[in-house]
């Protein structure tokens, strides 16, 4: 079965600190993707990457960073956390025949304050 | 733009009851179409995959329909229980090398006992 992990399930940082956000995935998937998640609006991308150092800006990239330097590992960074950062975020993979379905992670409820 | 609308937004029944939930998409050119189950506080999960030439899928109590024609796909939960109280996001992908899934904001459903 794939695998994917996020490294908290529950994060509370203050307005300013730099938050890392950590995925990883077990099955050599070329494609990993960060999603944020808020009531009303379902899923919005922030970032994807197709390979080891690409990426690639989704609909909501500002405020955000992600790195990939391993390919089991994508990274989202909060360079200054905001309230309005305040969300679900998750992480999914797919192999890179790319109409497969997406993985998800658990997700990680991040709050702000 | 590609867009997926679900409705209703929520629904409420009781247990044991049927009901369906309906998803409308303008992606184009289409490549196939996924319904995720999504508990609170977790991440999405996988119920069905189809492609265009597929109608139907079942997944135990799960049934999906796929009209590739009109755009529409619906998903019938049969005979309802408590678990399958939850979010169900319908997702769209188009061929032709995309990375990017569409995804609609889903309908919460609540079963009552």
């Known amino acids: 079965d794939v695998k994917v992990t996020q490294s908290s399930r529950y994060l509370v940082k203050r307005t300013g600190e730099k938050v890392f956000l950590e995925c990883v995935q077990d099955m050599d998937h070329e494609n990993m993707f960060w999603y944020r998640q808020d009531p009303g609006l379902g899923l919005r991308l922030i970032y994807f990457s197709y390979d080891v150092k690409m990426k690639e800006k989704g609909d909501i990239p500002e405020g955000y960073s ?6 089991e590992r994508f990274s989202l960074i909060l360079e200054s956390a905001s309230t309005n950062q305040t969300s679900m975020y998750l992480c999914a993979s797919t192999p890179m025949a790319l109409q497969y379905e997406q993985y998800f992670g658990p997700g990680t409820r991040l709050t702000v304050t | 733009k590609n867009q997926v609308e679900q409705s209703p937004q929520s629904l409420i029944i009781l247990e044991g009851k049927n009901c369906t939930l309906q998803c409308n998409y303008t992606v184009s050119p289409f490549s196939n179409l996924r319904w995720y189950k999504q508990d609170t506080g977790r991440g999405p999960v996988s119920l069905t995959i189809m492609t265009f030439s597929e109608n139907t899928k079942s997944n135990g109590r799960y049934t999906a329909t796929l009209d590739a024609d009109t755009k529409q ?8 229980q408590l678990s399958d109280s939850a979010s169900y996001i319908c997702v769209v992908s188009a061929s032709g090398g995309s990375y990017i899934p ?3 904001r ?3 459903l609540i079963v009552h006992p």
């Open chain 1, 66 to 71: 992600v790195s990939r330097e391993k390919k």
């Open chain 2, 73 to 80: 796909s619906s998903l019938h939960i049969t005979a309802s």
């Open chain 2, 102 to 104: 569409t995804f609609g």
């Open chain 2, 106 to 108: 889903g309908t919460s």
